[in-house]
């Protein structure tokens, strides 16, 4: 032992050190790995509705200018992921309409539900200047 300083200096000890030089490449892995396997869910509708048959169905190629709209055979509306009375789909869908003038109103209509119903739906939709509308049909093959 020496005298160092006025303090007693024992046998040299290696000095701790946590290698961090590879942590930033591990950040960034977890971080690569969490986006890739997030699934990220937009809205889920209150009930599912069991839509009526068609005999042929078109895909609608782009889905970015997609407002889904889901109609129950109680009366229940649904505009994207709210729930809205039928007096204010039109002021829903002009606010959405005005952010977006290619928007297509995808309607998801139960089989049940009463054409008197979807009728009043699309009068509301005409009122907010949607006149592009879709519906949702499952094939007759299916």
Same mark, same amino acid.
């Given at each position: 032992?020496? $005298?160092?300083?006025?303090?007693?200096?024992? &046998?040299?000890?290696?000095?701790?050190?946590?290698?961090?030089?590879?942590?930033?490449?591990?950040?960034?892995? $977890?971080?690569?790995?969490?986006?890739?396997?997030?699934?990220?869910?937009?809205?889920? &509708?209150?009930?599912?509705?069991?839509?009526?048959?068609?005999?042929?169905?078109?895909?609608?190629?782009?889905?970015?200018?997609?407002?889904?709209?889901?109609?129950?055979?109680?009366?229940?509306?649904?505009?994207?992921?709210?729930?809205?009375?039928?007096?204010?789909?039109?002021?829903?869908?002009?606010?959405?309409?005005?952010?977006?003038?290619? $928007?297509?109103?995808?309607?998801?209509?139960?089989?049940?539900?009463?054409?008197?119903?979807?009728?009043?739906?699309?009068?509301?939709?005409?009122?907010?200047?949607?006149?592009?509308?879709?519906?949702?049909?499952?094939?007759?093959?299916?």
């Amino acid at each position: 032992m020496a $005298l160092v300083g006025g303090k007693f200096k024992g &046998p040299s000890q290696p000095e701790v050190v946590i290698p961090t030089a590879s942590m930033a490449d591990i950040s960034f892995l $977890l971080l690569i790995f969490f986006i890739v396997s997030t699934v990220f869910v937009r809205f889920r &509708p209150e009930f599912q509705p069991q839509l009526p048959k068609a005999e042929s169905v078109d895909a609608l190629k782009n889905r970015r200018n997609i407002s889904y709209l889901w109609i129950s055979p109680d009366g229940i509306i649904q505009i994207d992921s709210s729930l809205v009375n039928l007096n204010s789909v039109a002021g829903v869908m002009l606010k959405k309409i005005q952010k977006n003038p290619q $928007l297509i109103v995808l309607i998801k209509s139960d089989e049940k539900t009463r054409y008197g119903m979807v009728s009043n739906v699309i009068e509301e939709l005409r009122k907010a200047n949607a006149i592009r509308i879709a519906f949702a049909a499952k094939s007759e093959l299916e």
